[in-house]
């Protein structure tokens, strides 16, 4: 939407109309254009002059290049400055156009996708940004939702649809949405013509879960939630279209108010760069105040003397003035201390830095033909100092695949594969697989590596069949038979679907379930099972049951849930078999596994029948029916029998618990930032090793009042630091926690959910979290929304005064991306919208280390380096003037040719330092992965702080000391062959001019530790290219054709064929070197560093060759077990049974004869079912007794 027609009104609630835009324009609603690029073309010079004008040092000699305008003060031309600051703002402005650029690729792709919209009584492609509040939308299967609007019908019975909501809260399970009963039959084109309900809703916010509205039409009114909304975002699965009314559209929908604005981000060193600036013009403003003085004194006293030959200017009225002139003058003269070029340095360097991340071939993944990439070129040394890291779960840290592992069934473990010599071996990518080429119906994409299952199950095992028959009818997946044998399971969680598609690849394959019926393929027999009960999963009970009716007319209870629960409730001829395979479990907890209990119990008819009357009646109940219900349930779950266990792998990102111990080693904390349940997020943590068995304490925050969570905080809090005195405000009495924080020696852990974060998140209670956190090892937040993870990093930012990075793979992620200093996109399962709003972007999680130990360390070690020599060569380049003021009258008479001064930034000394600042090395890759703790004076900022800087400032000092007085000295004593005194500027300025070269281009030398031959090219060159442009400037042929601007004509050749000369220049550069030299010698071997001990190993290992490094995979040790059923939600039952989410078609064909397809919820179903005959095929599922090979445990 352009500005101009922005809505500054603020809005308190929103009305719209259906199909009707001139109703809805008067409102000026947002349109479904988005924006997150920065600049457009009219904005684009303002705003970026703006933003650069914000570092001081452009300002700074902005006031430069006015003062060099005027004349009477000017004592060097004003192209000097004009010309390399123009070439920073144009590099500068190309740099972040450019970026931008892509950032209008990015919105432009997206909103010219095209949706169907109602227009004129049929259906239109429209692009999305012209879709507008109060449009009626087509949405068909597997595309994404254009922006936020009101489910108004679907072609899945009652206004039912599927969605997933990866975008959003980066979860993959399908979640279900529900028309309104008024409107889910409008599925006729005419009928939506003639829609015309208004809603009356909440205005734009960023809340995903709540939504609340009232839909007004044809004289009644509908209340609306969230339920009915489908937000922009999202994608349409397993429905083959639905119709939607807009709601909110463009920037206004839920998950753009979630992603925040693009901000400027400058690095710590930029920053520190400003204060130092400001310092070094107080300096100059000094050093400008004694010199002006000096003259004004000078003036008085001798000066006066010679007005008959050096009469004073006409406006020059007195000495006062006159040295208030030459304060403006040797403003401008000292001002190399701060050149321009630095910054042009600096942009060239970081341009440099990020061309190497693009070109590492260690970043880059063949399986997707994805590089790295640093999509800016403004935070590469940024990237060494690193403390926090933000991570999203699913897609970053996991794969989001679930993938049946290993499962424990009558006490035998099967999954693992043996030797000849009975010993374990590792399963690769070599391994073979089991055939299941005996099951027509397998899935082709299942892995299984252990045999002597598959045998089991041929051999007819009666425990294996159960255990597979239990997979096959103890779930809420939904089957979609595409063609013949061509199944698709929808699962509402992937764990789920490993399951059942584990039974499938085993002879038990799910086919079809009705609202009373589950037709299994059992070994290639079609077996029909009568659904009597689906007793729902919830938080509470962690464990979900069916009960099935076989053809045989057997009534059985299948149950399935996390294995302390279900332990509780076993036979007690049961118990021998709990403690073996509870030992199997600890066994599978602690590879990282996700272990789930399986039990069944045979039902007497008699007793059935009572119970299921009890349950009738109290599901009739108005109070108190959850807590009957509850009571039921576990009345006939008691007295079970143990099948067995299942070990889901929730595969994680290859590398990841390799990559999060290097980081911790660094001093890097990483937080996980995840819209998953509690239970999932945990259950990464103990993979990734950030949870373990061994830690002090696991501290879970679930608190649902801001008194309950401040509770929850002090007591944590007070638990690790042993404070007893707490404020009743919530604040710990302040005992120095940064003290604590250091001397804390146990390994705690946080964990807090999405509703306590909102709480703990208040002003009143945020340091207390802060505190918590940073006493912490490891912090994970679950069930979090986007606007909170950015809220968590800013709160970080905010009081820590760390770097922070968050990592990311979905939309829901961008808002932490943007609001962290530096933000890394993966190019994951759930697009690219992370990516295109990171400022660096790669395939996997496992090269964030690389990213941030070598590049990262890398480019802040050269940056500082760089910077330290660049002021130490500028100081001693310009305050030689300083100390020849008091020589010259105060005059501000430069020392050096006016070429010299233009030259020497820019051709001297400008390709060496460049070389150093990108070449360089401390260590090489390798040892900086193999010693994480290489990392941490980044962390510090001991490189390059106000203390380096300080001494950088006075090395280059005593350097300008040495170079001016040794050849000023050596000069008044020196005579030359003939016996005559030198005595003229132009030998002393020559003299101290290649002094000055030969002194910087050694210093350069001796901090170089990785030599190349890019930087012995440019110091040799640069040298070589000095002495050329020297006799070439000051020949005669040159003096010929510029006589008026080159006074130095002849001086070189005179002045440097004198030995007296050579012997001062070299008399200056040892005694300007060596103490340096030393100082640095005695502090390396009295005083080492880290950085220094590992270069001297690299050296006396260089010629063992390339070592690189073999982490060894880190293996889980917890022995934490987890269920899958965590990650379920409740109601998946009921939905199931009352025939609502299945197609008219499947229930009227596959049903038994006296069912009625309406029936509104399983509960009333149950009385009809008594004298039912169900659909099944003459085939039983009789199975014989059969003995099944022995197998034996070993051990490793």
């Known amino acids: ?124 492609n429209e692009n999305w940004m012209n879709v507008r509040v109060g449009d009626i939308i087509k949405l068909e299967s597997n595309q994404f939702v254009a922006a936020d609007m009101l489910l108004l019908c679907s072609s899945e019975p009652y206004g039912l649809c599927y969605i997933e909501t990866a975008e959003l809260d980066g979860e993959t399970n399908l979640k279900v949405r529900q028309a309104l009963t008024v409107t889910s039959d409008l599925g006729d084109i005419t009928k939506l013509m003639d829609f015309d309900g208004e809603v009356i809703c909440e205005p734009p916010n960023n809340k995903l879960d709540k939504f609340i509205g009232t839909l007004f039409w044809r004289d009644n009114k509908h209340p609306l939630d969230n339920e009915k909304m489908l937000l922009r975002g999202c994608v349409l699965r397993n429905t083959e279209w639905c119709f939607g009314m807009v709601i909110f559209a463009g920037l206004q929908t839920k998950l753009m108010q979630n992603c925040g604005k693009t901000k400027f981000k400058r690095t710590s060193i930029d920053k520190l760069m400003n204060t130092l600036v400001l310092w070094i013009f107080a300096f100059l403003l000094c050093m400008g105040v004694i010199l002006g003085i000096g003259n004004t004194v000078w003036e008085s006293c001798v000066g006066i003397n010679f007005q008959v030959f050096l009469p004073w200017d006409e406006f020059q009225s007195s000495a006062v003035f006159s040295g208030f002139l030459t304060f403006w003058s040797y403003i401008i003269i000292l001002n190399t201390v701060v050149p321009i070029s630095l910054y042009v340095s600096v942009e060239v360097l970081r341009l440099g830095h990020s061309y190497f991340i693009n070109w590492d071939q260690r970043m880059y993944h063949s399986q997707t033909d994805t590089a790295a990439e640093a999509r800016t070129t403004t935070l590469t040394e940024e990237l060494g100092q690193v403390e926090f890291v933000f991570s999203d779960k699913t897609g970053t840290l996991t794969q989001n695949i679930m993938a049946f592992s290993k499962c424990s069934i009558n006490g035998h473990t099967y999954g693992d594969i043996y030797d000849e010599f009975e010993q374990k071996v590792e399963i690769t990518e070599k391994t073979a697989c089991v055939d299941f080429s005996f099951n027509a119906l397998c899935d082709r994409g299942f892995k299984f590596y252990d045999g002597s299952l598959v045998e089991a199950v041929k051999l007819e095992d009666p425990v294996v069949h159960e255990f597979f028959r239990l997979l096959a009818l103890c779930h809420t997946v939904m089957a979609e038979e595409k063609s013949e044998g061509n199944l698709v399971y929808q699962a509402q969680s992937p764990d789920e679907g490993a399951l059942v598609t584990a039974a499938r690849n085993f002879g038990f394959v799910f086919r079809a379930r009705t609202p009373e019926t589950i037709t299994v393929c059992e070994m290639g027999r079609v077996v029909t099972y009568q659904l009597l009960a689906i007793l729902d999963f919830n938080n509470v009970r962690k464990r979900m049951s069916v009960i099935v009716r076989n053809p045989q007319g057997q009534i059985k209870l299948y149950s399935k849930g996390a294995d302390t629960i279900i332990f509780d409730r076993l036979d007690p001829s049961s118990e021998h078999l709990m403690y073996t395979t509870s030992e199997h479990l600890s066994e599978f907890a602690g590879e990282g596994l996700r272990t789930l209990a399986l039990a069944y119990k045979e039902l007497d008819e008699d007793y059935f029948e009572v119970w299921m009357k009890k349950l009738i009646f109290a599901s009739t109940e108005i109070e108190n029916r959850e807590d009957q219900l509850a009571v039921l349930y576990e009345e006939i779950e008691q007295g079970l029998k143990l099948l067995g266990a299942t070990a889901i792998e929730d595969k994680l990102q290859e590398g990841v618990p390799e990559t999060i111990a290097c980081l911790n080693l660094a001093n890097i904390k990483i937080w996980v930032l995840t819209g998953d349940k509690l239970e999932t997020a945990m259950n990464i943590g103990y993979s990734c090793n950030m949870l373990r068995d061994d830690m002090n304490e696991v501290f879970v925050i679930s608190g649902h009042t801001l008194l309950e969570v401040q509770q929850q905080l002090r007591s944590a809090k007070e638990h690790i630091v042993g404070l007893s005195r707490v404020s009743s405000a919530g604040d710990v009495e302040k005992a120095d926690d940064s003290v604590f924080e250091k001397n804390i020696i146990a390994e705690y852990a946080l964990v807090i959910n999405g509703h306590s974060l909102a709480h703990a998140l208040e002003p009143q209670l945020e340091h207390v979290l802060l505190d918590l956190a940073c006493l912490c090892k490891t912090v994970i937040c679950c069930r979090v929304t986007p606007m909170q993870k950015a809220q968590v990093v800013e709160l970080v930012k905010r009081h820590q005064r760390a770097v922070t990075l968050a990592i990311g793979d979905g939309a829901n992620d961008v808002s932490m991306i943007k609001t962290a200093h530096i933000g890394v996109g993966i190019s994951g399962q759930e697009g690219m919208q992370a990516a295109l709003a990171s400022d660096y972007s790669f395939a996997q999680f496992r090269y964030l280390r690389r990213l941030l130990l070598v590049h990262g360390r890398w480019s802040y070690y050269r940056m500082c380096n760089f910077l330290c020599y660049f002021f130490y060569k500028n100081f001693g380049f310009t305050l030689v003037h300083f100390w020849y003021g008091f020589f010259c009258g105060f005059s501000a008479q430069t020392v050096y040719d006016q070429w010299f001064i233009a030259f020497f930034n820019i051709v001297y000394t400008s390709l060496p330092v460049l070389a150093m600042g990108l070449f360089d090395q401390d260590v090489n890759d390798q040892n900086s992965l193999r010693y994480p703790s290489l990392y941490k004076p980044g962390q510090q900022n001991l490189l390059f702080n106000k203390h380096q800087f300080f001494l950088c400032t006075l090395q280059g000092l005593g350097t300008s000391f040495l170079l001016f007085f040794i050849p000023y000295g050596a000069f008044s004593v020196m005579v030359k062959e003939d016996g005559s005194h030198f005595s003229d500027q132009q030998a002393f300025a020559v003299t101290i001019a290649t002094s000055l070269v030969i002194v910087v281009s050694v210093q350069i030398g001796l901090d170089t530790h990785y030599w190349t031959a890019v930087n012995h090219f440019v110091i040799w060159g640069s040298l070589i290219a000095y002495f050329a442009i020297l006799f070439a400037m000051q020949s005669d042929g040159i003096f010929g054709i510029f006589p008026s601007k080159i006074p130095f004509v002849g001086t070189a050749s005179t002045c440097l064929s004198v030995k007296s000369v050579w012997l001062v220049i070299l008399l200056t550069t040892v005694v300007s070197v060596v103490p340096g030299l030393a100082v640095s010698f005695l502090r390396a071997e009295l005083f080492p560093t880290l950085i220094d001990k590992v270069r001297r190993l690299q050296q006396s290992r260089k010629r063992q060759g390339p070592q690189e490094q073999n982490l060894r995979r880190v ?73 099944r090979r022995a197998q034996t445990d070993s051990t490793d």
């Open 1115 to 1187: 293996r889980r040790t917890s022995s934490h077990r987890s269920a899958y059923a965590f990650s379920h939600q409740q109601g998946y039952g009921e939905l199931i049974t009352s025939g609502k989410n299945m197609r008219m078609s499947t229930v009227s064909s596959v049903c038994s004869p006296g069912r009625s397809a309406h029936s509104s919820t399983w509960i009333e179903n149950m009385l009809q079912r008594k004298n039912e005959v169900s659909c099944v095929s003459d085939e039983n599922t009789g199975a014989p007794e059969s003995s």
């Open 1 to 124: 939407m352009a500005f101009w027609r922005r809505n500054t009104h603020i809005e308190k609630e929103r009305h719209v109309r259906a199909n009707m835009r001139d109703y809805n324009d008067k409102f000026s609603y947002a349109d479904n254009h988005i924006k997150t690029s920065k600049y457009n073309i009219f904005t684009f010079l303002p705003i970026n002059l703006f933003e650069q004008f914000q570092r001081v040092a452009n300002a700074y000699f902005l006031v430069l290049l006015i003062l060099q305008l005027i004349p009477e003060i000017s004592s060097l031309s004003w192209f000097t400055t004009i010309v390399p600051l123009v070439l920073v703002l144009v590099i500068t402005a190309v740099k972040d156009a450019t970026d931008d650029y892509f950032r209008h690729k990015s919105d432009q792709q997206v909103n010219n996708r095209q949706s169907q919209v109602l227009i004129k009584g049929s259906f239109q």
